[in-house]
């Protein structure tokens, strides 16, 4: 087969084609492609479990499911995403901001779609901190903002789940175990050293050192910015589908558009260096209450 990469939207994200997964591609290529268009789509893949952790390992290190909630039994490193149980998450995200290593990159498979909609959207970070006004470019530059688990970081909004009191506790206590973490506004990636927006409202809490009203204006302005048409893209599911994106330099939301009807997903993440900064500076693990306390 020959390969080909089609572009998805003007700034970010294809479809590569003519590859089998299974059998994988030229050591270091797809990594390559990853950097370069942050999202990839892989069409009529069939990807067992088995398979999902190798292409994951092909990447680098895949890291346990998730901070607060077990993998599956035989795949430790896989999240099981279930609509019915809670694994909707409709919210603009990136995952596991939470730590101070967050994921670099994450392969998400899925294993049965609903009839209508789930839809998954992701937001081009990197274009988006480049089109910023020069003036918000250097006000954001030297930033740095909190980033903390919310105890429904899996589960979504209470409204959209079967959350029960007892799950509500559970996630409640796990949430309180994992400390805040301070990252840079702006990171540099590590690989294409280009910088990119790494503030996201699923897990950033506020600005370091802005009082309230100042930090939720200006994260409200930078979501909006991102999350524009123009940066973002739209996948419409089929079965056989592989997704990858760069952790590092994207947001992506699930859209609960698909009632109650069954979409069950599986992701595996790999592990991540700490985010740093323009200036150098690197993401770190907080203890100081006046930082982090709202």
Not at 48 to 73: C, F, I, K, M, Y
Not at 150 to 165: I, K, N
Request: hydrophobic share 40%; aromatic share 6%.
């Amino acid at each position: 087969m020959t390969r080909t990469v089609t572009p998805l939207t003007g700034t970010f994200g294809a479809e590569v084609s003519g590859v089998d997964l299974g059998v994988g591609l030229a050591p270091g290529e797809l990594a390559e492609l990853l950097c370069e268009h942050r999202v990839l789509v892989f069409r009529d893949q069939r990807l067992t479990r088995a398979g999902q952790v190798a292409l994951a390992r092909s990447l680098g290190e895949p890291t346990p499911a998730h901070p607060v909630v077990p993998g599956d039994p035989d795949h430790p490193e896989i999240l099981e995403l279930d609509g019915a149980k809670g694994g909707r998450n409709a919210r603009w995200h990136t995952d596991v901001t939470f730590v101070a290593t967050p994921p670099a990159c994450s392969v998400l498979v899925a294993d049965e779609l609903p009839a209508y909609g789930g839809d998954t959207l992701w937001a081009d970070t990197r274009t988006a901190y480049e089109r910023l006004a020069p003036g918000l470019r250097r006000c954001v530059d030297d930033l740095d903002a909190v980033h903390r688990i919310a105890p429904l970081a899996y589960w979504g909004e209470p409204f959209d789940t079967a959350l029960s009191r007892d799950d509500a506790e559970a996630l409640y206590r796990q949430a309180a175990e994992v400390p805040p973490v301070l990252h840079p506004v702006v990171r540099v990636h590590p690989v294409t050293a280009r910088p990119s927006l790494f503030v996201n409202p699923g897990f950033t809490t506020h600005v370091a050192g802005w009082s309230r009203i100042e930090s939720d204006g200006l994260l409200a302005l930078l979501y909006a910015h991102m999350t524009q048409p123009e940066l973002t893209l739209r996948h419409r599911w089929r079965p056989g589908d592989v997704l990858l994106w760069d952790n590092r330099a994207t947001m992506h939301y699930a859209v609960d558009d698909y009632g109650s009807t069954p979409r069950r997903m599986r992701r595996v993440t790999v592990r991540g260096d700490a985010p740093v900064g323009l200036d150098g500076r690197r993401s770190h693990v907080v203890t100081d209450p006046l930082l982090v306390v709202r």
